[in-house]
């Protein structure tokens, strides 16, 4: 072949900076840009957030529930106001310091004496307790302190007792007024006319047989709850015993004018008592019922 015909050979441009790697890709292509946004992003949350640190677990888990650090603390303060006001219940491990410190948040008094017996208002003295029954009341309130009632529970508990006491005693003055009204139905209704003076003779009776005792009768109650004293058929033996008696048992003799005024005066004491009976006023009954038995003393 004619050295002049050759096929022409490719030839390398010495000013040329282009070459080829191993992969066939021109070494001189243009490097593609890089950037640093992955890394600045992943810097830039790296160091604001705060939950970095925390170890996986509980903690953790309660820092992805808070929106910021500021949250978390404030959150912290707001559990520190409540426990610092907050009770706890003493278990078998807690002190005896930790138990009063317990009860004395409940309200529960310190000791018996601590505690106040405060009666509801406006209570029946007959209802009251006295002066032995109060140290009754407050064992029996002791054992309400002991099992962790505070002072306002046991008010309640005083309120309810005392209560149902004082409805019980106005059931009961209603039902001795009604015994009281139908006993004097009857009593009218045999004895007509007669039914003032057998009244007062049968309470004449009464008081000189039964003398320093006859308050003390006067409250005996029947099985009912009604005054034995107010019964008809006592009423009815007594007037009958005091018309045998006679009046020289009774004491000295009085004119019919001043009889009639004595009756007059014991009928007002007998009504005054009886209005103070069914109010449920026992000593003021107690008065009207010894200025009834002085007048009786002088009728005879």
Do not use: C
Not at 13 to 27: L, M, Q, V
Not at 151 to 158: F, K, R, Y
Not at 196 to 215: P, R, T, V
Not at 286 to 296: F, H, M
Request: glycine share 6%; aromatic share 4%; charged share 30%.
């Amino acid at each position: 072949m004619d050295p002049d015909e050759a096929t022409p050979t490719a030839t390398e441009d010495p000013t040329s900076t282009r070459s080829e790697g191993s992969a066939g890709i021109p070494t001189d292509a243009p490097t593609p840009a890089t950037t640093d946004t992955a890394t600045t992003d992943t810097a830039t949350t790296d160091a604001t957030d705060w939950r970095i640190g925390i170890p996986e677990g509980p903690l953790a888990e309660q820092a992805r529930r808070m929106a910021s650090l500021t949250a978390t603390m404030q959150s912290i303060v707001d559990m520190r106001k409540k426990l610092s006001t907050a009770i706890f219940v003493p278990t078998d491990k807690s002190t005896d310091e930790e138990r009063a410190a317990y009860y004395k948040k409940l309200g529960v008094p310190e000791s018996i004496d601590a505690v106040k017996i405060n009666l509801p208002d406006q209570l029946d003295p007959s209802i009251a307790p006295g002066e032995e029954e109060v140290a009754d009341v407050r064992q029996a309130l002791e054992g309400m302190r002991k099992a962790g009632a505070s002072q306002a529970v046991i008010d309640e508990a005083l309120k309810l007792h005392y209560g149902a006491k004082q409805v019980e005693l106005s059931a009961q003055i209603e039902k001795d007024k009604r015994f009281s009204e139908q006993a004097m139905a009857s009593l009218k209704n045999e004895w007509g006319a007669d039914t003032e003076e057998n009244l007062n003779i049968a309470s004449a009776a009464a008081n000189k047989l039964f003398g320093d005792k006859f308050e003390e009768m006067r409250q005996i109650e029947t099985k009912d709850g009604n005054f034995l004293l107010d019964h008809p058929e006592m009423l009815r033996m007594l007037a009958s015993i005091g018309r045998e008696m006679g009046d020289s048992n009774f004491g000295s003799i009085v004119s019919d004018s001043q009889r009639e005024d004595l009756r007059g005066k014991a009928d007002e004491y007998r009504a005054k008592r009886n209005e103070a009976i069914a109010a449920g006023k026992n000593l003021l009954a107690k008065e009207y019922d010894d200025k009834e038995r002085e007048v009786l003393a002088k009728l005879g």
